[in-house]
RNA sequence: GGAAACGUGGCUGAGUGGUCUAAAGCGCACGCUUGGAAAGCGUGUGAACCGAAAGGUUCCGCGAGUUCGAAUCUCGCCGUUUCCGCCA
């Protein structure tokens, strides 16, 4: 959420930041609001500090005196009540209406309205070429015994899948890959929680609004769709110390997904799943929106390289305004090469909010003249299973079905290709 | 799942309806003292909101209630601890 002062004296910067997100928000309704709450507040301390007063008096008197005072201060919590109720009524409407209003989008963000707007900034590699017809990884997985969707779906339902032998001993390779590479950029490592209560989620701005995209328990938890959440909830009300700065984190976690406004999309395979499990980066940093800039190009580049490390062609894009998050003030995705679909696909996030997210989840530090500050935060993810496996496996694929093991993964994996035996090939 | 106890500031901890503007100690900061340090002494020591300032309001886990007045009483929730049961 953004800071009430700002939003007061900059109207006109937040109006422009919504309407280039494509968000429908009343700001003239906020402020007229917030005139009302301030004048609300400031009738509520008078009358607060009357009867503190005669606290004081009604405390040392006795008799008649007494009882002509009791009687003139129950007049005053009267009026108090009214004020309050009012108070009250207006401080909801303030407060939802706060939460709606979203951060503004960085100048660099181009205009647009979803993610065909987004603008290429950078491409790496070449689509990989084949000199046979290149097949999808439901076909190629399925064959070689190491993914079984058929049974995925018998057991879990639509989107369920099961990961199998070299296919598990792929994604483990991958990962500790990850941990090598991430660890590496000074990132501390974190297994986290998936099931969150409700607070979290409204810090980091997943609700109120995502409420249809996420599972929910009979005791009230929601189910995290990334590790985001439960790690930025991790330093929640808490004062930090400017020598800590900046926090890089890893954070693990099982993430689930309804995925409620995409039941069409990519019903085969591993690219879209309710269940699946990520490595994200998360990093909180000094109130600087230089700070924030450097760490956003650096999280993203960490993630490029670790693409790079697995040798698989991509393309980075920054978000254009229409495919912005509430919080977020710019985005750069990158897409990896899928061959069978002849196009890059999504693998990785990185954006930074400011302190869009730590102003709710209360996340402060003391800075170098021992002013209090809202943190600033900064999120991407490292690397997604299974939909990893997804441009490994089709851009690693033999005319035999068979896929040979990055390089860099060889000695996770223990060999050099998967199912090139005629024993696996043969199931 | 059953029962009980507890939740106070950076920390320990007092406070069971009214000068609580929260005792005291520890810690921390500054000063005095000292050749330097320690000890000692003195002063200070949080956050949010309103205000140009003076000052005002709020915060004793969170929320609601009783009362002229709540850290203190009542109810609900969250959390911690202990005992019992169950599971591994």
Redesign the pocket.
Known sequence: MLDI?FIRENADLVKAGAAKKLITVDIDRLLALDDER?TL??Q???K??E??R???T??LAHGEEKERL?ES??H??ESFGVLEEKYKTVMGQWQELMLTVPNIPDMSVPEGESDADNKEVKTWGEPTKFDFAPKDHVELMTKLGIADFERGTKVAGFRGYFLKGDGVLLANAISQLALKHFASKGHELLIAPSLVRRETFMGTGYLPQGEEDLYKTQDGEYLAGTAEVATMGYYMDETLELNQLPIKLLAYSQCFRREAGAHGKDVRGLIRVHEFFKWEQVVLCEASHAASVEMHEAINRNTEEFMELLGIPYHTVVNCGGDLGLGQVKKYDIELWVPAEKTYREISSASYFHDFQTRRLNIRYRDAEGK?QFAHSLNSTAVPFPRILVSIIENYQQADGSIRVPEALVPFVGKVAIGNDAEVLGH
């Open positions: 002062h301030k507040r400031e509520m301390d008078q607060k500090n009867q503190n005669a606290g004081q009604i405390a009791l201060m129950r005053v919590k209090m």
